[in-house]
C-alpha cells in the first residue's frame, strides 16, 4: 500500500516542501530501503522510528518498505522527517486510517519511547505551510509557540507519536494552539537600554543620530574605557520600530539555527557582536549544507565590531560585499545558498595597540611603525564601506558625576530619526531605496545637489584628505542625512562641513 505525507525540509532559511512516500509490499525477508539524497541524521530515521513504533504500541511491518523523500534532488539532513515517516509506516501497514493526510503538514523528531523532540525552523516551515495552503502544522509540543507566530493555519502540538495519530484518526481532539504573533510582537518590542544611561559624549551620539536616520556604518576610534561600547550596544534603541514582517523575516534567521527557544519572536532590532576570533563560516555563515553567519542574525540590525584591528583581515574583507548588496551567498558543490544580512555595521578600535595614542591622561609607547602595522590590518576598501568615522575621546570627571545633567536619551533620538526617516520614504516612495545610505549613483545625482560654493567644499576636501570616489559619495550622502534631520529641502554649507567630519578620521591616524 502506498500512502504520501506532507513534510518539509530546509534550504538555508528557506523551507521547501516534501513528499514522504510510503510503500509496503510483501516479501520473504523484512527489508528498509530509504531513498532521496537522506544525509546521516535522516538516514538514522529507520532506526528510531522502528523503536519508536514498538514502544508506542504498535506493531513494526514484517514486510518490505521502501520510503522515498520526494524531491529526490534536493538533500534532506534533519531528524524532523522522523513523525512523517513513522505516520506513513502506520498508514501503509493500516494501523492507523486517516482523511487528514492531504490538509495536515507534519514534522518532529521521535526518541525511542516515541516522545517528541523539538527540532529547529519551525518557523519558516509554519511560514511555507501557511503560503502553500495547508489547513494545519503538527509540530512538537516545545516548538508550538513559536510556530503560532504565524496566522492563518493551525498549530497542533503533540507530545509523542500515538498522540499525532490519535489526532490524525480523528480520536484524539487537540485544540490548536492559538496565534499569539501579535501578542509576542507587543511584548518584546521593548529596549532596556537608554542613551540617556551615557554620560558625556554628546558629539559622539550626534553623530550616532545621523547614523541611524540614514543607515550609514559607523566606526568609533578611542582610547579604552571612554564609552564605544555603551554607544554602540544602545544604537538599537533609537532606529524605527520592527515591522511585523521584518520580526518574522529576522526571526526566520534565528530559527533555522535553533535560537529560538526562549524568544519565539524577534521584535526587537537584533544586535550581535562577535568575538574577534570568529571565523570566515562563522561571520558571513557556511558548512554544509550552508548555515548563516552573524552578518545574518544581525539582519534588520547591528553588527558591532569591537577591537576592529584584532580580527583577522581575510575574515573583514568577506564583508564588502554584504555590506553593498545587504545579502551574502555561500556557494558549495551541490547547491547556492543566499542569506540576508542587510545591517547596519558599528566598528570600534583603539588609535594604536596599547589604545593611549592622542591621549592627555596616558602615555602612549607605541612607535610609527607598531602603529602602522596596527591600523594597516584594515583595508582602505573597507574602511570607504563605513560611512561616518568619529572619535570617542576620554569623558571629563564632571561629566560623569552625580551631578552632572543627564544626557541626550534614546527617545530624544529616536524622534529625530524617524522625522529623518520620514522624508528618505516619501523621496524613495517610488524605488527600492529604503533610507540616504542606499542611495546609487543615479539617486545622488537627483536628490544631493549643491551649489558652486559646495562644490568647491567637496573639492578641496578630496585633495585634502585623498579620499575616494566611494568617499564622495558617502559625504554626500551622510550630507543628504543631515539636511533631513533639520527638515531642510536642500544640502547647505554647514551640512558638507559636518559629514566631511565624519571622513577625516581615518586619514588623520593612518598618519603615524
Same mark, same amino acid.
Given at each position: 500500500?502506498?500512502?504520501?505525507?506532507?513534510?518539509?525540509?530546509?534550504? *538555508?532559511?528557506?523551507?521547501?516542501?516534501?513528499?514522504?512516500?510510503?510503500?509496503? =509490499?510483501?516479501?520473504?525477508?523484512?527489508? @528498509?530501503?530509504?531513498?532521496?539524497?537522506?544525509?546521516?541524521?535522516?538516514?538514522?530515521?529507520?532506526?528510531?522510528? =522502528?523503536?519508536?513504533?514498538?514502544?508506542?504500541?504498535?506493531?513494526?511491518? $514484517?514486510? +518490505?518498505?521502501?520510503?522515498?523523500?520526494?524531491?529526490?534532488?534536493?538533500?534532506?539532513?534533519?531528524?524532523?522527517?522522523?513523525?512523517?515517516? =513513522?505516520?506513513?509506516?502506520?498508514?501503509? $501497514?493500516?494501523?492507523?486510517?486517516?482523511?487528514?493526510?492531504?490538509?495536515?503538514?507534519?514534522?518532529?523528531?521521535?526518541?525511542?519511547?516515541?516522545?517528541?523532540?523539538?527540532?529547529?525552523?519551525?518557523?519558516?516551515?509554519?511560514?511555507?505551510?501557511?503560503?502553500?495552503?495547508?489547513?494545519?502544522?503538527?509540530?512538537?509540543?516545545?516548538?508550538?509557540?513559536?510556530?503560532?507566530? &504565524?496566522?492563518?493555519?493551525?498549530?497542533?502540538?503533540?507530545?509523542?507519536?500515538?498522540?499525532?495519530? *490519535?489526532?490524525?484518526?480523528?480520536?484524539?481532539?487537540?485544540?490548536?494552539?492559538? /496565534?499569539?504573533?501579535?501578542?509576542?510582537?507587543?511584548?518584546?518590542?521593548?529596549?532596556?537600554?537608554?542613551?540617556?544611561?551615557?554620560?558625556?559624549?554628546?558629539?559622539?551620539?550626534?553623530?550616532?543620530?545621523?547614523?541611524?536616520?540614514? !543607515?550609514?556604518?559607523?566606526?568609533?576610534?578611542?582610547?579604552?574605557? @571612554?564609552?564605544?561600547?555603551?554607544?554602540?550596544?544602545?544604537?538599537?534603541?533609537?532606529?524605527?520600530?520592527?515591522?511585523?514582517?521584518?520580526?518574522?523575516?529576522?526571526?526566520?534567521?534565528?530559527?533555522?539555527?535553533?535560537?529560538?527557544?526562549?524568544?519565539?519572536?524577534?521584535?526587537?532590532? %537584533?544586535?550581535?557582536?562577535?568575538?574577534?576570533?570568529?571565523?570566515?563560516?562563522?561571520?558571513?555563515?557556511?558548512?554544509?549544507?550552508?548555515?548563516?553567519?552573524?552578518?545574518?542574525?544581525?539582519?534588520?540590525?547591528?553588527?558591532?565590531?569591537?577591537?576592529?584591528?584584532?580580527?583577522?583581515?581575510?575574515?573583514?574583507?568577506?564583508?564588502?560585499?554584504?555590506?553593498?548588496?545587504?545579502?551574502?551567498?555561500?556557494?558549495?558543490? @551541490?547547491?547556492?545558498?543566499?542569506?540576508?544580512? +542587510?545591517?547596519?555595521?558599528?566598528?570600534?578600535?583603539? %588609535?594604536?595597540?596599547?589604545?593611549?595614542?592622542?591621549?592627555?591622561?596616558?602615555?602612549?609607547?607605541? +612607535?610609527?611603525?607598531?602603529?602602522?602595522?596596527?591600523? =594597516?590590518?584594515? /583595508?582602505? %576598501?573597507?574602511?570607504?564601506?563605513?560611512?561616518?568615522?568619529?572619535?570617542?575621546?576620554?569623558?571629563?570627571?564632571?561629566?560623569?558625576?552625580?551631578?552632572?545633567?543627564?544626557?541626550?536619551?534614546?527617545?530624544?533620538?529616536?524622534?529625530?530619526?524617524?522625522?529623518?526617516?520620514?522624508?528618505?520614504?516619501?523621496?524613495?516612495?517610488?524605488?527600492? &531605496?529604503?533610507?540616504?545610505?542606499?542611495? !546609487?549613483?543615479?539617486?545622488?545625482?537627483?536628490?544631493?545637489?549643491?551649489?558652486?560654493? !559646495?562644490?568647491?567644499?567637496?573639492?578641496?576636501?578630496?585633495?585634502?584628505?585623498?579620499?575616494?570616489?566611494?568617499?564622495?559619495?558617502?559625504?554626500?550622502?551622510?550630507?543628504?542625512?543631515?539636511?533631513?534631520?533639520?527638515?531642510?529641502? +536642500?544640502?547647505?554649507?554647514?551640512?558638507?562641513?559636518?559629514?566631511?567630519?565624519?571622513?577625516?578620521?581615518?586619514?588623520?591616524?593612518?598618519?603615524?
Amino acid at each position: 500500500m502506498l500512502v504520501r505525507i506532507k513534510t518539509f525540509s530546509l534550504l *538555508g532559511i528557506d523551507a521547501v516542501p516534501v513528499d514522504v512516500e510510503v510503500d509496503v =509490499s510483501p516479501s520473504a525477508q523484512q527489508k @528498509t530501503i530509504l531513498v532521496g539524497l537522506p544525509e546521516a541524521a535522516v538516514r538514522e530515521s529507520t532506526h528510531r522510528v =522502528s523503536r519508536a513504533i514498538i514502544n508506542s504500541g504498535y506493531v513494526e511491518t $514484517t514486510m +518490505n518498505m521502501i520510503i522515498n523523500l520526494a524531491p529526490a534532488d534536493l538533500p534532506k539532513h534533519a531528524a524532523s522527517f522522523d513523525l512523517p515517516i =513513522s505516520i506513513g509506516e502506520l498508514c501503509a $501497514t493500516r494501523q492507523l486510517k486517516s482523511a487528514l493526510l492531504d490538509d495536515y503538514a507534519m514534522i518532529g523528531e521521535l526518541a525511542l519511547d516515541g516522545s517528541m523532540r523539538p527540532v529547529k525552523g519551525v518557523l519558516p516551515i509554519a511560514l511555507a505551510a501557511a503560503r502553500l495552503g495547508f489547513r494545519g502544522l503538527l509540530v512538537p509540543q516545545e516548538n508550538a509557540k513559536e510556530a503560532a507566530v &504565524v496566522d492563518d493555519i493551525d498549530i497542533i502540538p503533540v507530545t509523542c507519536l500515538s498522540q499525532a495519530a *490519535g489526532f490524525l484518526n480523528e480520536t484524539l481532539p487537540i485544540e490548536s494552539h492559538p /496565534s499569539i504573533g501579535l501578542q509576542l510582537f507587543e511584548e518584546h518590542s521593548v529596549y532596556e537600554s537608554d542613551y540617556a544611561d551615557v554620560r558625556g559624549q554628546e558629539t559622539a551620539k550626534r553623530a550616532i543620530t545621523v547614523a541611524a536616520a540614514g !543607515g550609514h556604518n559607523v566606526l568609533m576610534i578611542g582610547p579604552p574605557g @571612554t564609552g564605544k561600547t555603551m554607544l554602540a550596544k544602545r544604537f538599537s534603541s533609537v532606529l524605527p520600530k520592527m515591522e511585523l514582517a521584518e520580526a518574522l523575516e529576522t526571526t526566520r534567521v534565528f530559527s533555522v539555527l535553533g535560537y529560538t527557544k526562549d524568544t519565539p519572536l524577534i521584535a526587537t532590532r %537584533p544586535f550581535r557582536e562577535p568575538h574577534h576570533t570568529i571565523s570566515e563560516a562563522g561571520l558571513v555563515g557556511g558548512s554544509s549544507p550552508p548555515l548563516p553567519g552573524e552578518i545574518s542574525l544581525a539582519h534588520n540590525g547591528v553588527l558591532f565590531l569591537d577591537e576592529l584591528p584584532e580580527f583577522n583581515r581575510r575574515t573583514l574583507e568577506v564583508l564588502r560585499q554584504p555590506l553593498e548588496d545587504g545579502t551574502v551567498t555561500i556557494s558549495r558543490a @551541490t547547491r547556492t545558498s543566499t542569506f540576508p544580512a +542587510n545591517f547596519i555595521l558599528i566598528a570600534a578600535l583603539n %588609535p594604536c595597540p596599547c589604545g593611549y595614542r592622542n591621549d592627555p591622561r596616558r602615555e602612549c609607547h607605541c +612607535n610609527p611603525i607598531q602603529i602602522q602595522r596596527y591600523m =594597516s590590518k584594515i /583595508s582602505g %576598501p573597507l574602511l570607504d564601506r563605513i560611512d561616518i568615522h568619529i572619535e570617542v575621546p576620554p569623558v571629563d570627571y564632571n561629566e560623569l558625576s552625580q551631578a552632572a545633567a543627564a544626557g541626550t536619551s534614546s527617545a530624544q533620538i529616536h524622534e529625530q530619526v524617524l522625522t529623518a526617516r520620514t522624508i528618505q520614504s516619501q523621496r524613495f516612495v517610488q524605488s527600492k &531605496v529604503r533610507y540616504n545610505a542606499d542611495m !546609487g549613483h543615479r539617486q545622488i545625482q537627483q536628490h544631493c545637489r549643491i551649489d558652486r560654493e !559646495g562644490h568647491q567644499i567637496l573639492k578641496n576636501a578630496m585633495n585634502d584628505y585623498g579620499l575616494s570616489a566611494r568617499a564622495h559619495d558617502k559625504i554626500l550622502r551622510i550630507a543628504r542625512t543631515i539636511a533631513d534631520l533639520e527638515s531642510s529641502e +536642500n544640502i547647505q554649507t554647514h551640512h558638507l562641513f559636518e559629514a566631511i567630519g565624519y571622513r577625516t578620521l581615518d586619514r588623520k591616524l593612518w598618519t603615524a
